[in-house]
């Protein structure tokens, strides 16, 4: 999982696996948002979530909520090579000018 | 759309030299992010405009970094005196405001030798 003080985490699995990422933030958050940044590319936006939301889909995606542990997730089912990415989580915070704040990531490795 | 724009998308300056880098955000947008990224430290935040004014530069190391937003359309972010350890990806991201989604650039590599 990620936090914003941990240490990058790296998973390795094979194509066709199903994968869980998580994300633990310190503080209130209106939203979480979870980006990907692919090899020599910026990260990208996948989904968001709202506070008021528990589930949100898109595709092969699923990410979770859960605003009483602070932690959210992210699900890829059926994975692909072209998975392979560096994941992120990002949370909004109270008094902060609307700035979001970047988890240190996950590095996933989807093997052919 | 083109996104957002970065240049140059490498650089390499000595050790003591100046570097500009240079971010077009996507049109209409409000918001504009400077962020730096290495292995070691990971992604972090530098400093943010909204509507040109500087919002929060919490990031930005005191010495010899600054940035600016002369116009809605770019934004430049100065390292002089460049150091070894200034060697990183620096990341520009636009947003159209609020907590919302920021859409990222390419980066600029910079390679201070």
């Known amino acids: 999982s990620q936090w914003g003080e941990e240490n990058l985490q790296a998973l390795s699995i094979q194509e066709g696996e199903d994968v869980t990422m998580n994300c633990s933030y310190k503080t209130y958050t209106t939203v979480v948002q979870w980006y990907r940044q692919k090899s020599g590319k910026g990260p990208a936006q996948l989904i968001l979530i709202r506070s008021n939301e528990r589930e949100k889909r898109s595709g092969r995606l699923r990410a979770t909520l859960d605003t009483s542990s602070q932690s959210s997730s992210l699900s890829i089912t059926g994975t692909l090579a072209t998975d392979t990415a560096v994941y992120f989580c990002a949370t909004d915070r109270r008094n902060s000018n609307n700035r979001i704040f970047f988890g240190d990531g996950t590095q996933l490795v989807v093997k052919p | 759309n083109a996104g957002v724009i970065q240049t140059p998308r490498h650089k390499v300056t000595g050790k003591g030299q100046e570097a500009t880098l240079w971010c077009e955000p996507i049109s209409g947008h409000s918001a504009v992010f400077w962020y730096r990224q290495t292995i070691v430290q990971g992604l972090e935040f530098l400093t943010y405009?909204?509507?040109?004014?500087?919002?929060?530069d919490s990031g930005m190391p005191k010495e010899r970094f600054s940035a600016q937003m002369p116009n809605q359309s770019h934004s430049t972010l100065k390292i002089q005196s460049t150091q070894p350890q200034d060697s990183a990806v620096y990341l520009c991201?636009?947003?159209?405001?609020?907590?919302?989604?920021?859409?990222f650039g390419p980066g600029t590599r910079l390679t201070v030798l």
């Open positions: 405009f909204r509507n040109q004014a500087p919002i929060d």
């Open positions: 991201a636009s947003s159209s405001g609020g907590a919302r989604e920021q859409y």
